[in-house]
């Protein structure tokens, strides 16, 4: 089945500075890689994600790169700001819809 | 993007006493529903999964007799934690499917904590 490793599991950086996670996927047959941000007591929040026939997308501040061949992509937050703070997690879906997470990244930014 | 609302947000409840949670899918039809667990500072780990008017599909080393699936309607499921135990406390998230389409919102997750 599948499996997903996200890196690094804690971050901390300057608000207005730039915010990087990756996430590494190991079934070739996945095809959608959502991103979630979770915030204490609450259920995750899509932020945005990425299909297999993309290599990057981009929503304001934040934005989702895709590499099939090394099987890893990666969120990339600019301009930080304290309401970022939160944590992040990758996941991978196969046509069965069925998710695998990654482990997650508290990210924090400090003022 | 879709919506889900989950109730209740969190519960109290005793050992030994059952506890449902239910998932609606607001603004479409959930042919499939996934139900999440998630332990403090922990991933969310896929508990089961239940496809409408029939029996749910359990991950390995989730009991089926103690976290009972309804799945009657597209837009109503029901998880019922059944003689529940401290080591029953977590976060429950439910995630309703459609399909093919691959996009997945979740509900706002349940925190139950067991006495």
């Known amino acids: ?111 | 993007g879709a919506v889900v609302s989950q109730h209740p947000s969190w519960v109290i409840c005793k050992s030994g006493t059952s506890v449902k949670i239910e998932c609606r899918s607001l603004d479409f039809q959930a042919t499939t529903m996934f139900w999440y667990r998630q332990f403090p500072k922990q991933s969310l780990m896929l508990m089961a999964t239940s496809n409408e008017g029939s029996k749910a599909t359990y991950e390995q080393g989730v009991e089926k007799d103690k976290f009972l699936i309804n799945h009657a309607s597209l837009t109503l499921s029901t998880l019922t934690v059944t003689s529940a135990h401290p080591e029953d406390s977590s976060f429950y998230i439910c995630r309703p499917g459609q399909g093919l389409v691959t996009e997945a919102f979740f509900g706002q997750g349940t925190r139950l904590t067991v006495v």
């Open chain 1, 1 to 111: 089945g599948e499996n997903v490793e996200q890196h690094p599991s804690t971050l901390s950086v300057q608000e207005g500075d730039s915010a990087v996670i990756k996430c590494t996927y190991s079934d070739s047959a996945s095809n959608y890689f959502p991103w979630y941000k979770q915030e204490l007591g609450k259920g995750p929040q899509l932020i945005i994600d990425i299909r297999s026939n993309v290599g990057e997308k981009k929503d304001q501040r934040i934005a989702v790169t895709l590499n099939k061949t090394a099987k890893h992509f990666s969120l990339h937050i600019t301009e930080t700001q304290p309401e970022d703070s939160a944590v992040y997690f990758c996941a991978a879906i196969q046509g069965a819809q069925k998710l695998v997470f990654g482990q997650g990244t508290r990210l924090t930014i400090n003022p």
